[in-house]
């Protein structure tokens, strides 16, 4: 049963990204990596990381891949704009599987953890929120104030990159 | 549910503080029109500041910043680099003033980013943890796209932030997806885990896991540190980032990608180097290759200087391979020359061009000796200091460098690296020539313009540095190679 | 002993001084000539002196080293400024001060009124301090400074009217030629020294013959070499006619009477090494005498009168050699001796002529072309007896001075050599023929000139007429030093003199007297034979030779036998091609258009790569890929599952 | 039980089409999704070693991760914007002033 | 002996000069504060030399400070008979070049007298040092004088000869830059210290096989600045201090080379002595095919080159000698012919002999002294080259007598092209009117040649003096020579026999290749 939820999962994710990279309309293309995002989150579900899933939907699907639709409404980029290179395309596909046969061989040979020792089934609270919520302000107490502090000057710097009407001030 | 606080200590995290703090503080002030020509100073001083802050804490036992995770640690090593960066913004900051003025970019954020820039750098250094290192990276990679495209109105500017970006982002996936792999291999992001990991038995797949994760990591930090075959974006993004940033970002964001590499491949990685050394040794040389045979034919001196860079990543590369205490701290020592010199060279064209065009090339240097003599001198300092010629401080760093190379017995490596430092003589010595052996070929525009005291400042103190550190090494070498005493 | 001779350094000095005061501290052309000439005077005085002491002394100690300083000293290296004072140098010094003296004399009665005489003069005085040097100095090292010397103020003395390219070229051509024995020369000295360990003729003469053994030959023939060059030995003649270039009595005194003999002096001064190896005896003889007879040969056709006494000089000094290498060095000395008296004599004689036709020839005419004189002897009485004695003296006439000594050398090759002896009887009838020649044309017969040139011609100042006077003097009764055995026992004073210094030579075969008598008559009456030929033809106008003579003979006389061309063919042109080759193909484009490819190479690659960066980000990002695939492949060393 | 193996080679599939999303696409948005998308591939891995080891961290490694992403996809766009507005294209191919 | 630390003040006061000069104004003043400085140089110098023991062969007047003590390096001075006369021609050279190009550098004087005082410095640091590090740094820092002085008061193509020069310096110098390391790394291994002092280097004993590739290296840095061929080709373009190099390199090949890789000179130095000789006949050859004085003067340089070269690689003491003596003849003559062309030039504005000739009688001051120095270049006895000359043919006679009679002809080709030279410059008839006006020498010209002129005539006459100051030197360096040739391994000892057969004037100090036999 399990098998074929991730067999699902894995087939709409993976044709869902096949698809977009190949699509050439932008808008479809978003739709699509937000259909590869509910995917994964459902995979995070599998995996019993139900916090993340949500972010995942919530944050991910939810307020980035809108933030890509806004843009490309904002800007009217027409059906055909964009497209692929041409001579490019098979070069970068026959690399991809390429690099994918070792790194394929890394992880297939992958016996489990290297230090902590495997955990059978769901441990007591395993990826829900109180968890979360308590790394968070434990262990990952820094991390979490480096990326508030990321977030704050991705907002500077997307507001001054963009701001309208910055004529030249010099006299 | 109870939630048991770790012992954190702040003073761990002072400089990064300070540096967030300073920088947060500039872009608030930076909102008073007002206050509008005090903040370069303000950012002077506050960045002076977040350096005692660090200077005050050098010396000291490592300090971590809490006892179940560390996350981020304080020590000599991290301080000194901080220092690095502390001081190259300072000169950053004074070489753009003018610069910055005239095309009005000159505004609170450009000064804020920059600090924020150098707290991310900061926290890449400080970093025991690849997930404070990724986080870092990014405040500086994000501080540093906006940073290069801040000349909106410059389609160059655009151009390359947008490249910086893309290139960046897609490193970034590299490393993200690497350090998955090291944290499936070993359970945890931790560096002393992963180190661990490696000392102790492990498996041939685990053992596979950790190269992958290294290997890519390689991929991103390379791409940082514009390591051949990452280093394409260099030339554009130099040629196209405001002449401060483009300074800022050779050095900078190299030193900091090269901080982490010690980190990482002289304590964490050591035990995979017979792996990882073949690897670099070419990556290495052909680096330098690359950057020295290309720097040759151009005749752009931003991108001339970008490929100077790459060449100079190259050699510092060198020096993993003698996997030594002296190696990493030659590579600090060289980091702190090269932070000189490279501002120095980028802060002649930011001064030089601060009103006229972006595009400065060689002919516009013609005849710089005769209309700005101060000026064409310290670009003959930088050069012979590039070039590493004696007394300047860019011999010791190439000398202390090469022997740490030749100390780990890789003298083939050695005579390679100095056999191409020999051929970016020619480019070198080809801006001096064209200063003082060539009558300018056209009025430039700048030709009567007066230079900026600030950048003048800035320059001087760099041309003074690299000259007294060429004489009296000594103090900053000890510096370099207590910083690296530190590292497990 | 040597503080009785420590004043001798100033025999030399004391023309250095000359040059010195006169380079310096003198502006006046008139008082130059005085300063030289006071300089040499005291020179000479001092060398008196110094034979008269010598003469006091035993004939067993007449040998004294005077060192002055010590010059060059490295580890075993080590050499003196140092003079030797034999009977030998002795010699050496009074023919060179005293004939010097007079053409210092001399000098100023016929440069005088050049405008460039404090040089010229200076250089005079150089070259007596560079020549006493040579003959004075106790070592090898320093008769290599004299002999290089000489050389220089050779060369600065034939370019002394250096405006004429012609005298500019003969100097350097001078200079150049001696280079080349010099050359040899030196090797030589470093054959010595690295065999004797010393430079110091003392300490080379008194080596272990059997250490010297090996390289003897060599070292003799380097040494013979370098005599060859100074002394205009064929096939380095070459620049002595041309040195004629020079004022007359630079002619006279350098390349007649005292440079160009130094390699004989050196050859005597080593007879102890040359005695070593007969290959070298025999070479130097072989040398001699064929230079003797092929100077003679072209002297004969020869119209500028200079010329025909410059080979007359080589032709004499192939005999010297002759002497020396048929172990006569005796002979030898004394011929150099007379032949100093009557070839400077012959010299300054043509130079009174020369000086005279000056002033007289119209414009264009050549005043040293014997076709444009002729009956001179009335025009100019004191000039032509002397030149008479001088010429008599040279064809071998008895009892002029030339007499003596040459027959002494044709006795020793008829004792040791007879072929020789046969090459230097027919040289003795050439010179007579040719000297002769020369006097009858100059000097017989009718003359040749405008009657407006003729009333312009006069007698010189008794500046010059006097030292000819003397010469003539001396190369009359010069030959009296050294009576033959044949004549009175024990009267060869000059033999005796120098016994001493060649004492340590095999006894030389002595013929017997009626042999030496029988050699002597047949030796006057063949130079008589050359002087009838040349009265025949050029006096009587007989052209009985023109008939009996191929032309062939003639032209290859006239034209030296070409040998400057073939110089110019074999050596000069080739060496002057590999040059030009060497700095326009080899320098510039193999050494320098090697490195300008290498540099090309590398901006190409450049370039290259250069171009690779095409703007587009995401070839960038595809050769990131590449780049992280073979990272991704080295480190995990898969290739693939 | 589905093996880890298999979520971390679906990782790696999706790590290595937003690859080459990004190496074949012109549009400077869509490259950007690419980059999600090799962002969304590692994170995956990330969940599927947390589970494995039975431990959280992994978890929040994305949670930092998707922070992460939303920072560099704002200065993404703006600059994306900022191109539009200079050149008026967002097609990166187009942009290529900067070169040699 | 004075407690002023003599040396270094040679060394640092034309430092001082160079900031002084800074803050000068106007041409004139900056020409005499260079003019002083170096005579003041001059002057501490002669102290020196007075104060200096011929007898002793260690260094004196030794100074040393702790200086980079991680790399252990000090800054480390000291004096020895050899490095003292090439000091002593530097110290005189100076004010007289200073003095000579007076009028001929008009264009930014100030600047020329700065980078002249830094390149003197530079010298006296390479002559002084005794830490090898310290060395190199005063070696590779004289190229940036250097190469403005080329580049910018050079003659036509000066910029790219410049850096032409440079970048030929700088591959030999890496090269012994990563030498310098790599042995100070060896006796790292071998003692535990880091340390680059020489003394302590010298003692070091390093496997021939690795012995030969250092020596190479070093060989590469001294071969391309002295310069021999192949290595030559900057030279023509940038003689302006061509001889300063010859001096520099020639020292680096007696104060490394020699006594730091004695094994593997038993391969290389029969090698370089051939080289050295080919070069001679070479440079001879083609300067005899030039008609620019310049590269005449160049290419005779070159030839010249090949003799120090012969006799540095003679290991023996007339060779090392001969050497010496001949590098400072050859700042003596091939300075003063330069200085004297500089001069001409100056007048006149071409290089071009065949636009000369006729001048003896025009200006006879300057013909008399390009006379004395050409004659000098010539070898002639009595003037300082013969000495040399005559010193180094003795030595490398008794090694390599082949190569010694190759080397010989360099004198004859001397001669023709020297004499070549002055036939067209001063010889012959006047042909060009504007050759008619040139001005003789000024009395600070004739002051300048005339002193350059009384030491060639000088050290001619009496060499014995300099010969004395290096012997002990000279004869130490060859004993430290020898000594490591014994501990070789087997295989170059047991010509004992031999020795005693030899000829009496093959003295002790032969040299290694000799033994080797």
């Known amino acids: 049963m399990e098998l074929y939820f991730f067999l699902f999962f894995a087939f709409v994710a993976v044709a869902s990204s096949v698809a977009m990279i190949l699509q050439r309309n932008p808008i479809y293309c978003v739709l699509l990596l937000i259909m590869v995002m509910i995917s994964i989150a459902g995979l995070y579900l599998m995996l019993d990381a139900q916090f993340v899933a949500i972010i995942q939907i919530v944050v991910y699907a939810g307020a980035i891949m809108v933030l890509f639709l806004f843009v490309i409404m904002l800007l009217n980029l027409s059906r055909e704009e964009g497209g692929m290179f041409r001579i490019q395309k098979p070069t970068a596909v026959i690399l991809a599987v390429l690099l994918f046969l070792p790194v394929a061989a890394m992880v297939m040979s992958y016996p489990g953890g290297g230090t902590a020792p495997p955990v059978e089934g769901s441990q007591a609270g395993f990826g829900e929120v109180e968890q979360i919520g308590t790394l968070l302000f434990t262990k990952y107490l820094l991390p979490v104030e480096i990326a508030a502090v990321l977030l704050l000057i991705a907002i500077v710097g997307a507001v001054v990159l963009t701001r309208k009407g910055t004529v030249a001030t010099g006299e | 549910m109870n939630m048991v606080l770790p012992e954190i200590n702040l003073y761990a995290v002072m400089p990064q503080i300070f540096l967030v703090s300073s920088a947060t503080v500039v872009l608030i002030v930076g909102l008073f029109e007002r206050f509008r020509r005090a903040i370069p100073y303000l950012s002077l001083v506050l960045l002076a500041i977040s350096g005692v802050v660090a200077v005050n804490q050098l010396g000291q036992d490592p300090i971590a910043f809490s006892d179940t995770s560390p996350m981020m640690v304080s020590d000599d090593f991290s301080l000194v680099a901080t220092l690095i960066f502390i001081a190259g913004a300072m000169l950053t900051v004074l070489i753009s003033v003018s610069y910055a003025e005239a095309r009005s970019i000159g505004r609170g954020e450009y000064y804020a980013l920059l600090i924020y820039a150098v707290s991310g750098m900061s926290m890449m250094a400080a970093g025991t943890d690849l997930f404070s290192f990724f986080l870092g990276l990014e405040v500086l990679s994000i501080s540093l796209y906006v940073l290069i495209g801040f000349e909106q109105r410059e389609a160059g500017s655009n151009e390359g932030a947008l490249k910086y970006f893309l290139l960046g982002a897609f490193a970034s996936g590299f490393i993200l997806y690497g350090m998955a792999l090291l944290y499936g291999a070993s359970g945890s992001t931790e560096y002393e885990v992963i180190a661990h990991t490696l000392a102790g038995e492990r498996s041939d797949a685990v053992n596979l896991l950790l190269l992958g994760g290294l290997g890519l990591l390689l991929v991103g930090i390379g791409f940082k540190i514009s390591m051949v075959p990452f280093h394409a974006w260099t030339p554009d993004v130099y040629q196209g980032a405001p002449t401060p940033v483009a300074a800022f970002l050779s050095t900078g964001s190299k030193a900091a990608g090269f901080v982490v590499l010690i980190r990482l491949l002289d304590s964490v990685f050591s035990g995979l180097q017979v792996d990882w050394i073949p690897l670099i040794s070419v990556l290495a040389v052909l680096t330098i290759a690359v950057g020295n045979v290309v720097a040759l034919v151009q005749s752009n001196l931003k991108r001339l200087l970008a490929y100077s860079s790459i060449a100079h990543a190259g050699y510092m590369l060198l020096p993993f391979m003698s996997n030594s205490q002296d190696g990493s701290a030659s590579i600090i020592f060289y980091l702190i020359v090269y932070t000189a010199m490279n501002l120095g060279a980028f802060g002649v064209l930011a001064v030089l061009t601060a009103r006229g065009s972006t595009c400065a090339t060689l002919d516009d240097l013609a005849g710089l000796g005769s209309r700005h003599p101060l000026l064409a001198a310290i670009m003959a300092v930088v050069m012979f200091s590039l070039a590493g010629i004696p007394p300047t401080a860019g011999f010791m760093a190439k000398f202390y460098l090469f022997s740490a190379v030749v100390t780990g017995g890789y003298i083939e490596l050695a005579v390679i690296g100095l056999l191409f430092s020999g051929v970016s003589l020619y480019y070198y010595l080809r801006i001096v020539i064209w200063m003082y052996m060539r009558p300018a070929a056209r009025e430039s525009a700048d030709a009567t313009g007066r230079l900026s005291y600030s950048g003048m400042t800035a320059l001087c103190v760099s041309a003074l540095a690299i000259l007294a550190v060429g004489v009296f090494p000594s103090g900053l070498l000890q510096l370099a190679q207590r910083a690296v005493m530190t590292l497990p | 002993m040597t503080e009785s001779f420590s004043y001798v350094w100033l025999i030399p000095f004391l023309p250095l001084l000359g040059a010195f005061i006169n380079v310096f501290c003198n502006r006046n052309p008139r008082v130059s000539g005085m300063i030289a000439c006071a300089a040499v005077a005291t020179s000479f005085l001092l060398v008196l002196a110094v034979f008269f002491q010598l003469i006091g002394l035993p004939a067993g100690e007449r040998s004294v080293d005077v060192v002055v300083y010590s010059w060059i000293t490295t580890g075993t290296f080590a050499v003196d400024v140092a003079f030797l004072i034999d009977p030998l140098s002795t010699v050496m010094m009074l023919v060179v001060t005293g004939v010097g003296l007079l053409i210092h004399v001399y000098s100023i009665g016929y440069m005088g009124k050049d405008t460039c005489c404090v040089r010229y003069f200076s250089y005079l005085n150089l070259f007596m301090f560079a020549m006493l040097i040579l003959v004075m100095g106790n070592n090898f090292l320093l008769m290599f400074v004299g002999w290089e010397g000489v050389g220089l103020c050779s060369y600065l003395l034939i370019g002394f009217w250096c405006e004429r390219q012609s005298a500019a070229n003969a100097g350097m051509k001078a200079f150049v030629v001696n280079r080349v024995g010099d050359f040899a020369f030196i090797l030589g000295l470093l054959l010595i020294f690295l065999y004797a360990g010393s430079l110091t003729y003392a300490d080379v003469f008194a080596v272990d013959p059997n250490v010297l053994a090996p390289v003897i030959t060599a070292i003799t023939l380097l040494l013979f070499i370098g005599a060859m060059g100074k002394s205009a030995q064929v096939p380095l003649h070459v620049w002595l006619p041309d040195a004629m270039e020079g004022p007359t009595p630079v002619s006279a005194l350098i390349h007649a009477a005292t440079m160009v003999t130094a390699g004989v002096y050196m050859v005597a001064r080593c007879h102890a090494l040359f005695a070593q190896s007969a290959t070298a005896m025999t070479a130097v003889a072989v040398v001699g005498a064929f230079t003797a007879i092929f100077a003679a040969y072209i002297a004969m056709t020869q119209y500028d009168i200079k010329r025909v006494l410059a080979y007359s000089t080589v032709s004499q000094l192939g005999y010297m050699f002759l002497a020396c290498g048929v172990g006569y060095f005796t002979a030898g000395i004394f011929h150099l001796v007379t032949h100093a008296f009557f070839k400077a004599l012959l010299f300054m004689g043509a130079g009174s002529v020369i000086h005279a036709l000056e002033h007289a020839l119209e414009k264009g005419k050549d005043p040293q072309d014997l076709r444009n004189m002729g009956g001179l002897s009335s025009l100019m009485p004191v000039t032509y007896k002397s030149m008479l004695l001088a010429t008599l003296a040279i064809a071998g006439i008895a009892p002029f001075a030339g007499f003596f000594s040459k027959d002494l050398i044709l006795l020793g090759a008829f004792v040791n050599a007879p072929v020789l002896w046969v090459v230097a009887l027919a040289t003795a009838v050439m010179t007579a023929f040719y000297m002769f020649r020369l006097l009858f044309m100059t000097f017989g017969g009718k003359t040749r000139m405008n009657p407006p040139e003729t009333e312009k011609v006069h007698e010189s100042s008794r500046v010059i007429t006097i030292p000819l006077v003397l010469l003539a003097i001396l190369s009359t009764v010069g030959g009296f030093i050294g009576i033959p055995h044949v004549f009175a026992k024990g009267m060869d004073r000059f033999g005796g003199f120098l016994a001493p210094v060649f004492s340590g030579l095999p006894e030389a075969p002595v013929p017997s007297s009626s042999v030496e008598l029988a050699l002597m008559v047949l030796t006057l009456l063949l130079a008589a034979a050359g002087i009838w030929g040349a009265y025949t033809v050029y006096i009587r106008g007989n052209t009985v030779f023109d008939r009996l003579v191929p032309r062939a003979l003639y032209t290859l006389s006239l034209r030296k036998f070409y040998v400057d061309e073939v110089y110019d063919a074999l050596i000069v042109g080739p060496i002057r091609k590999i040059a030009w080759g060497f700095s326009r193909i080899v320098d510039a484009l193999i050494i320098d258009g090697g490195l300008t490819l290498a540099a090309l190479t590398v901006r190409s690659v450049g370039n290259v790569i250069r171009y690779s960066q095409t703007g587009v980000v995401q070839h960038y990002a595809l050769i990131m890929v590449i780049g992280a695939l073979v990272v991704i492949v080295y480190v995990t060393g898969y290739l693939g599952p | ?100 | 002996m004075t407690d002023l630390p003599l040396l270094s003040l040679i060394i640092w006061l034309p430092v001082l000069g160079a900031i002084l000069l800074l803050f000068v104004k106007g041409d004139v003043a900056a020409r005499w504060v260079g003019f002083g400085v170096t005579a003041l140089v001059f002057i501490l110098f002669a102290v020196c030399f007075g104060a200096f023991k011929s007898h002793i062969g260690d260094p004196q007047f030794v100074e040393r400070i702790p200086w980079i003590e991680t790399l252990g390096v000090s800054y480390y001075v000291g004096a020895d008979g050899i490095s003292i006369l090439l000091a002593g021609i530097t110290a005189l050279m100076w004010p007289l070049a200073l003095l000579g190009t007076w009028t001929i550098v008009t264009v930014r004087v100030r600047a020329y007298q700065v980078f002249m005082l830094l390149m003197q410095t530079t010298l006296m640091g390479v002559f002084f040092s005794l830490d090898l590090f310290q060395f190199f740094l005063f070696w590779e820092g004289m190229l940036i004088p250097m190469y403005f002085l080329i580049g910018i008061w050079g003659y036509e193509r000066s910029s790219m000869a410049a850096l032409k020069f440079f970048l030929f310096a700088i591959f030999g110098s890496l090269l012994m830059l990563a030498a310098v390391i790599t042995l100070a790394f060896l006796y790292h291994q071998a003692h535990g210290v880091l340390t680059f002092e020489m003394a302590a280097l010298y003692q070091l004993a390093i496997p021939p096989e690795v012995q030969f590739w250092l020596a190479l290296a070093f060989i590469a840095a001294f071969a391309v600045k002295v310069p021999m061929v192949p290595f030559h080709t900057w030279l023509p373009d940038a003689i302006v201090l061509a001889v300063v190099l010859v001096k520099m390199a020639a020292y680096g090949f007696i104060r490394l080379t020699l006594p730091m890789f004695p094994d593997a000179l038993a391969e290389l130095a029969p090698l370089m002595c051939g080289a050295a000789a080919a070069g001679i006949v070479y440079g001879a050859l083609i300067a005899l095919a030039q008609s620019d004085i310049r590269r005449m003067i160049a290419y005779s340089t070159i030839s010249h080159a090949g003799f120090v070269v012969l006799g540095v690689f003679a290991l023996n003491q007339h060779g090392i000698q001969g050497a010496v003596v001949h590098i400072v003849s050859l700042a003596l003559s091939t300075g003063g012919l330069f200085l004297a062309a500089m001069m001409l030039v100056q007048r006149r504005n071409t290089w071009d002999m065949e636009a000369y000739g006729g001048l003896w009688h025009t200006i006879p001051v300057f013909s008399a002294f390009l006379l004395i120095f050409s004659l000098a270049s010539v070898g002639l006895p009595g003037l300082s080259n013969f000495v040399g000359e005559f010193l180094i043919l003795v030595g490398v006679f008794q090694q390599h007598a082949a190569i010694a009679v190759v080397a010989a002809t360099g004198v004859i080709l001397a001669a023709v092209y020297m004499l070549r030279m002055y036939r067209k410059v001063i010889f012959g008839p006047l042909t060009r009117d504007e050759n008619r006006g040139i001005k003789d020498l000024s009395f600070r010209e004739t002051a300048v040649l005339a002193c350059m002129t009384l030491f060639i005539i000088g050290i001619g006459v009496y060499p014995n003096p300099v010969l004395r100051t290096m012997e002990a030197s000279v004869q130490k360096l060859l004993v430290q020579t020898h000594r490591l040739a014994e501990t070789a391994p087997a295989g170059t000892s047991g010509t004992s026999t031999e020795a005693a057969s030899r000829p009496v004037g093959l003295d002790a100090t032969r040299g290694i290749s000799q033994d080797n036999r």
Not at chain 4, 29 to 41: A, D, F, H, K, S
Not at chain 4, 56 to 78: K, N, Q, R, S
């Open chain 4, 1 to 100: 039980m589905i093996p880890v193996t298999y979520y971390l080679i679906l990782s790696a599939v999706l790590f290595l089409i937003g690859t080459t999303g990004v190496l074949i696409r012109r549009n400077a948005i869509i490259v950007l999704m690419g980059i999600e998308l090799m962002l969304n591939g590692a994170n995956l891995s990330f969940v599927a070693f947390a589970r494995e080891f039975g431990m959280a961290d992994g978890h929040i490694y994305v949670f930092l991760v998707i922070t992460v992403a939303a920072a560099e996809v704002a200065i993404g766009l703006a600059l994306v914007i900022l191109l539009f507005r200079n050149r008026g294209t967002v097609n990166i191919d187009e942009v290529r002033s900067l070169r040699w």
